[in-house]
């Protein structure tokens, strides 16, 4: 009987010490340092990125058309009918939900402003007409997190090259489209990489040359810049967008509180026109 | 508190008939338009929406391509109220209800539909045009 409780009391302890050895090691936690006054001095040594940056809409149209993504055949057989669609009064709806248009196609097909602030390990970008638009650029050295956590606009990681901001983003959401127009596009199925060389060209004048790798959905690395033009007058300055709100209206309900009730919209999201 | 909406007329709510499509605000292209006509409405404001993602106005009025149709409400869309503002000199507050004015807009292909895409307002009142081109206005440092 002593010999047994011995017995079970052996292999008790020597469970117990495996599994000790076998757990995973417990990740030491990493703070993100306050920062320092040096810090913030710091930021003054970077280029001028103030102000309201507007899309040139003009230049997306024309690199659609002569600098288009190197769609694999399946892919490109897609985008030929989108294109055909588009023309004959039906385009294809890329963006739903009020999702964020997301990264890339946030800075491949945006219609609306955005600003970038500068703070101590980050460049943050806010984009206006809907709250969704916001990206996220450490520059604090950090590295890509070892166990992903996909989002619309992935995870950003960037260092100063002079004035050239270079950015890397991996962890996108595979069903963030990758768009060159509100009405072609596709989603990009998992395993984009985006790297960014962010600019200014002039003055008043930031380019944004991206290099995009999806192996779901084209066949190599695809090259591309996109221009953004500069405001400063105050009547510009980026203000609230809920893109939700397009989809209600204002009443009153039965207590006479001030509501949002929905509107009827089209599979476009136009509002229904009366006949 | 200022309204974001105006209230929309009764002859409006009447006259939209459900589709019975979930609806879903987007960021979209507009060639359900059809951009290679213009028409021109004349009429009055009947709301405003200024919202995002698109803006639209109502219009009650006769418009001249459809003139036998007599007076109906015309539903036109625009972009977000930013780039209006910036494109096309537009305010929250640049109509108000019952403002008489006339509207030159692209038609839906859809022609039982009565909604277009908004190329230029004038407000008869005062004479200011008002635009919905968001190509336009591509430079820097705009006042």
Known sequence: ?275 | MTNHFKPIGMLAVAATVAVGIASVSAHHSTTMFDHSITMTINGEVVELRWVNPHVSLSVNGVVKERAEDGPAVWVMEMTSPGNLVRAGGWRRDAVKAGEKVEVLFSPLRDAERKGGALKKLTVLATGEVLTANIREQERPGLE
């Open chain 1, 1 to 275: 009987m002593r010999f047994r409780l011995l017995a079970m009391f052996v292999v008790l302890a020597s469970t117990a010490a495996a599994d000790a050895q076998n757990a995973p090691k417990k990740q030491p936690t990493i703070i993100n340092p306050p920062p320092t006054a040096q810090d913030y001095a710091d930021l003054a040594k970077l280029p001028d990125w103030s102000g309201v940056w507007n899309p040139k809409i003009t230049d997306q149209d024309q690199q659609a058309r002569d600098n288009p993504p190197p769609w694999n055949e399946k892919v490109a057989k897609e985008v030929e009918k989108m294109w055909a669609e588009e023309k004959a009064g039906r385009p294809k709806l890329i963006f739903y939900g009020c999702f964020p248009e997301a990264h890339p196609s946030w800075m491949l097909v945006t219609h609306n402003a955005m600003e970038i602030l500068f703070t101590p390990g980050r460049v943050t970008m806010l984009g206006e007409s809907d709250g969704n638009r916001l990206r996220r650029i450490y520059t604090d050295g950090r590295p890509h997190p070892e166990t992903p956590d996909p989002s619309f606009h992935g995870h950003s990681i960037g260092h100063w090259e002079g004035d050239t901001l270079v950015v890397d983003t991996v962890d996108i959401l595979p069903q963030a489209p990758l768009a060159i127009s509100e009405a072609v596009g596709v989603p990009n199925d998992g395993d984009m990489h985006v790297t960014e060389r962010i600019y200014l060209a002039e003055k008043d004048i930031l380019h944004v040359e991206l290099e995009i790798t999806a192996p779901n959905i084209l066949t190599k690395a695809w090259k591309t810049t996109r221009i953004f033009f500069r405001q400063r007058a105050r009547k510009f300055d980026i203000v609230e967008g809920v893109c939700q709100l397009g989809d209600y209206r204002e009443a009153k309900d039965e207590n006479g509180h001030h509501v949002f009730v929905p509107v009827e919209k089209t599979e476009w999201g136009n509002l229904v026109a009366p006949k």
